[in-house]
């Protein structure tokens, strides 16, 4: 994504939402590297507090989910990234009951990417917070989201 096309306001709202053939909401996501693959960049959740890989809905104005996962890189964790892989898409593996309106079915399309720019200003600063952990830390912050831990493990950082 080229300077001139980030923005500083973050996308809301589902009116523009991708949906899959069985009603599933199509979201992408990056998994942050550093350059030497030793550490990736995880953002604190807004809705549980707990850390989370960049991700959210891929939008009918986008043309790739690659597209999406770098604008959602973008605003909640205020960085620019070079994707170097697809990861591939990972199932919903919630339980039924944990399905809800604001967190319905959905397909996640991951992208492994190298943080090339970590800006001080970005459009979800007030909302999140961003660190920088190793594997076995990122596996421990991600123990309780078995999609953004799958994600993880496709990955390839170092796992030491």
């Known amino acids: 994504m080229a300077q001139q096309e980030r923005s500083m306001e973050a ?3 589902r ?6 053939p069985n009603g599933e909401r199509l979201v992408a996501g990056i998994v942050p590297l550093s350059a030497d693959k030793y550490y990736v960049l995880l953002i604190q959740s807004t809705r ?5 890989l960049p991700k ?3 939008e009918t104005d986008e043309a790739t989910a690659q597209d999406a996962a770098c604008r959602e890189a973008w605003e909640e ?3 620019v990234v070079r994707v170097t892989y697809d990861l591939g898409t990972i199932a919903e593996q919630r339980k039924p009951e944990q399905l809800s309106t604001q967190a319905p ?7 492994e990417a190298t943080v ?6 970005w459009p979800e600063m007030n909302k999140r917070s961003r660190q920088w952990m190793t594997f076995a830390q990122a596996s421990a912050a ?8 799958d994600a993880l493990q496709r990955c390839t950082m170092q796992r030491s």
């Open 56 to 58: 959210g809905g891929w």
């Open 116 to 121: 090339e720019k970590q800006e001080q200003v």
């Open 48 to 52: 549980r507090g707990g850390w989370v």
């Open 142 to 149: 991600l123990a309780s989201r078995p999609e953004l831990l």
């Open 15 to 20: 009116n523009n939402q991708r949906y899959g």
């Open 11 to 13: 996308r809301t709202g």
């Open 105 to 111: 079915k959905a397909a996640y399309h991951f992208f």
């Open 77 to 79: 964790a205020g960085i």
